[in-house]
């Protein structure tokens, strides 16, 4: 059984280590993982040569189990699939496509990811939060808070202008949500948990104002800790990297793409952080 990997860049993808990892505690000598670099307009046809799939005729060596999506597949992928899920459909956004039954199914399984994330920190009920950014991990960011109880939650974007499918995936997702940007940052941080969804370093510009917050859940995960999570950590607050939600979330992955419930999450996350530690020290 083959899976992989496929975005745009895609070499530093951490998910090749982990989908690994649980194969070999899993005992699935059989079934590997790779990573293809893959933009939006490659995807159709790329998906149409992934033949045979699951359910088309016997499980030979080299069919495909089912594969995970990293920006910008996540949007780009929903027509293209047989069915969707509905929390994928909620988000508009799928980061994992099982092969089953002759067809391709879309799920999402950033949303579990950060709620995993969330409850290993200690934070799995925050009564109000406030996200920044307006991208695809922001939209399973609200799926997540929804899923832990919040009705609201507030959005700092650039520009008001291009968070139109956050706020269409509010709007689905049954939230109200407000938006600001981020020169009036400082009128929404009186609040239970800051997401930032931000890239790699951009949250570290509004560290300072960030300081105070009791809990910051930064989905970086590389370099560790950014700026704003040291500041946060230094006065008190909990401090949530991205490592945790990348971890739960391929956990999850292989739950779907396997059909069992024996994930190795331990050998999984020892995979994820050795790798972490290796780059690091590499670049060090």
Known sequence: MRAAVMGSPIAHSLSPHLHRAAYREMGLSGWSYDAFECD????????????PVRGEGPEE???WAGLSLTMPLKRAVLPLLDTVSEVALEVGGANTVVFAGGAAHGHNT???GIEQALAEAGVPAPRSATVLGGGATACSTLAALRDLGLHEATLVVRDPARAGETAGAAERLG????????????????VDLVVSTLPGG??????DRLAGVPALFDVVYSPWPTRAAAAVEAAGGIVIGGFPMLLHQAVRQVELMTGRADVPVAAMRAAGEA????????TG
């Open 110 to 112: 950033d949303v579990h």
């Open 61 to 63: 060596p080299g069919t």
């Open 202 to 207: 951009a949250a570290d510009a509004h560290a």
């Open 40 to 51: 939006e307009a490659a995807l159709p046809g790329l998906l149409r040569e992934l033949r």
């Open 275 to 282: 790798e972490i530690l290796r780059r690091a020290t590499r």
């Open 175 to 190: 939230m109200a949500l407000a938006v600001q940007t981020f020169d009036k940052l400082d009128t929404v941080l009186g």
